[in-house]
């Protein structure tokens, strides 16, 4: 089933440093009298006030207007009672150091460029990765996210809502199943995607450990991780 849907890229604030520019008049001459053999007075004015500092906005050197994947966005699963969470996009592959890093500030990382995925919305995957357990467990009850539950991601005054369709476990000592869920078609590497889709990935920790499994990696991660898939449905101005 192939799903076609508009995307806005809106620009992100691009940067730059605080300029003052400061304007001051110089004293000008009065006219003498000319009937008055003492030379003409002169009538000192008083400097303008400093022109008002210009200032532009905060410079982000990953962010590019041109681009959708650059661009920040908020994810929420009513059904999972999660609401606003920050996704903050980088480039680099799920759960790397860098992505790692962002989780560990307590929001979701979103990573993007030839090992990642695609922007929100956009034809491809969207990879979406948080904590369970630690950093305040933004993705805590992803597990329980059934199919058909809608994923709302707002990004740029734009609604993307997504439908759960699939579940999927990948493990981090499989590299074809690390394949499969950094593919632009989930769960199909190679496979050239026609409809925007959404991974969601977090710790399977729970489950490996009630299993006897306690391997991890040097950033923490457990072997598996509990992934759920979903397609864009709706794209709608942000409420």
Same mark, same amino acid.
């Given at each position: 089933m192939s799903l076609s849907f508009?995307? !806005?890229a809106v620009p992100v604030v691009l940067a730059g440093a605080v300029t003052?520019?400061? =304007? =001051?008049c110089?004293?000008? $001459? $009065? =006219?003498g009298s $000319? $009937?008055?053999?003492?030379?003409?007075a002169t009538a000192a004015t008083t400097p303008s006030a400093p022109a008002p500092a210009q200032a532009t906005a905060a410079y982000s050197p990953t962010a590019d207007p041109g681009d959708a994947r650059t661009?920040?966005?908020t994810l929420s699963i009513p059904s999972a009672g999660i609401s606003g969470l920050r996704v903050v996009p980088y480039e680099g592959t799920t759960d790397d150091v860098p992505g790692t890093r962002i989780q560990?500030?307590?929001?979701?990382?979103s990573p993007y460029g030839k090992r990642g995925g695609v922007g929100p919305g956009q034809v491809g995957n969207f990879l979406v990765t948080a904590h369970r357990l630690s950093a305040g467990g933004p993705l805590r009850d992803l597990p329980a996210v059934d199919h058909g539950d809608a994923v709302l991601v707002t990004a740029g005054g734009v609604q993307y809502t997504y439908e759960i369709t699939a579940t999927r476990k990948t493990s981090f000592r499989q590299q074809r199943s690390l394949d499969e869920q950094r593919a632009a078609v989930p769960g199909a590497p190679g496979a050239t995607p026609t409809q925007a889709m959404i991974t969601i990935s977090t710790c399977a920790t729970p489950e490996d450990h009630a299993e006897g499994n306690f391997w991890s990696d040097a950033q923490?991660?457990?072997?598996? !991780?509990?992934?759920k898939i979903g397609v864009l449905r709706k794209?709608?101005?942000s409420p």
């Amino acid at each position: 089933m192939s799903l076609s849907f508009p995307f !806005r890229a809106v620009p992100v604030v691009l940067a730059g440093a605080v300029t003052a520019l400061l =304007a =001051a008049c110089g004293p000008s $001459a $009065a =006219a003498g009298s $000319a $009937a008055a053999p003492a030379p003409p007075a002169t009538a000192a004015t008083t400097p303008s006030a400093p022109a008002p500092a210009q200032a532009t906005a905060a410079y982000s050197p990953t962010a590019d207007p041109g681009d959708a994947r650059t661009r920040e966005s908020t994810l929420s699963i009513p059904s999972a009672g999660i609401s606003g969470l920050r996704v903050v996009p980088y480039e680099g592959t799920t759960d790397d150091v860098p992505g790692t890093r962002i989780q560990d500030r307590g929001v979701a990382a979103s990573p993007y460029g030839k090992r990642g995925g695609v922007g929100p919305g956009q034809v491809g995957n969207f990879l979406v990765t948080a904590h369970r357990l630690s950093a305040g467990g933004p993705l805590r009850d992803l597990p329980a996210v059934d199919h058909g539950d809608a994923v709302l991601v707002t990004a740029g005054g734009v609604q993307y809502t997504y439908e759960i369709t699939a579940t999927r476990k990948t493990s981090f000592r499989q590299q074809r199943s690390l394949d499969e869920q950094r593919a632009a078609v989930p769960g199909a590497p190679g496979a050239t995607p026609t409809q925007a889709m959404i991974t969601i990935s977090t710790c399977a920790t729970p489950e490996d450990h009630a299993e006897g499994n306690f391997w991890s990696d040097a950033q923490g991660n457990p072997e598996h !991780r509990i992934d759920k898939i979903g397609v864009l449905r709706k794209t709608t101005t942000s409420p």
